[in-house]
T-cell receptor, first 115, second 113 residues
Framework: AQSVTQLDSHVSVSEGTPVLLRCNYS??????LFWYVQHPNKGLQLLLK??????LVKGINGFEAEFKKSETSFHLTKPSAHMSDAAEYFC?????????????FGKGTHLIIQP | DSGVTQTPKHLITATGQRVTLRCSPR?????VYWYQQSLDQGLQFLIQ???????AKGNILERFSAQQFPDLHSELNLSSLELGDSALYFC????????????FGEGSRLTVL
């Protein structure tokens, strides 16, 4: 069994300040973890993924995430927020067994960027 | 551009009607997933196909059905539509059945009046 918890439903930051979106997971297997971004009325786009290689993962648009097994966390960060980062962000956990049952989505975090 | 194509992008229909949503996966991807996204329910997994066969079912209503054709495109059929079926319907694909990321289409927005 596995689950993912996105600890904040909404996060608001000022443009130019750091972004932190929190994600905790549980998994009975060695997990793979992903962050997706969804802009309004768009599909989900992969930001980055962790698949048991380096624990610090760099993604697109300056985002990165660190896999911390001891804390069962995979928080998403960005040093400096841009207005275009305003979107919904989803944390996803899966395992090598795959299949639909192997994919678990968080409920999403809505990122608001204040000018 | 993810390579996953969904049609139509927008659809407005009345209660009791039936609609078909179409998905063309990325070239070479054998697995197709359907998701429903609404404000109150969030992102809900509906059903998964792999190379033409149903592999997993999620929270799919009996009024809904899907299939994946030999050319790997997939269709989601929604019948006896209700107001609560108004949502964004996403298709996603990936190469196989194992772990790995999904590639999402831009969705079909269904409005039931």
């Amino acid at each position: 069994a596995q689950s993912v918890t996105q600890l904040d439903s909404h996060v608001s930051v000022s443009e130019g300040t750091p972004v932190l979106l929190r994600c905790n997971y549980s998994s009975s297997y060695s997990p793979s973890l992903f962050w997706y971004v969804q802009h309004p009325n768009k599909g989900l786009q992969l930001l980055l993924k962790y698949t048991s290689a380096a624990t610090l993962v760099k993604g697109i648009n300056g985002f990165e995430a660190e896999f911390k097994k001891s804390e069962t966390s995979f928080h998403l960060t960005k040093p400096s927020a841009h207005m275009s980062d305003a979107a919904e962000y989803f944390c996803v956990v899966t395992h090598s067994g795959g299949g639909a049952d192997g994919l678990t989505f968080g409920k999403g975090t809505h990122l608001i960027i204040q000018p | 551009d993810s390579g996953v194509t969904q049609t139509p992008k927008h659809l407005i229909t009345a209660t009791g009607q039936r609609v078909t949503l179409r998905c063309s996966p990325r070239s070479g991807d054998l697995s197709v997933y359907w998701y429903q996204q609404s404000l109150d329910q969030g992102l809900q997994f509906l059903i998964q196909y792999y190379n033409g066969e149903e592999r997993a079912k999620g929270n799919i209503l009996e009024r809904f059905s899907a299939q994946q054709f030999p050319d790997l495109h997939s269709e989601l059929n929604l019948s006896s539509l209700e107001l609560g079926d108004s949502a964004l319907y996403f298709c996603a694909s990936k190469p196989g059945q194992g772990g790995g990321e999904l590639f999402f289409g831009e969705g079909s927005r269904l409005t039931v009046l």
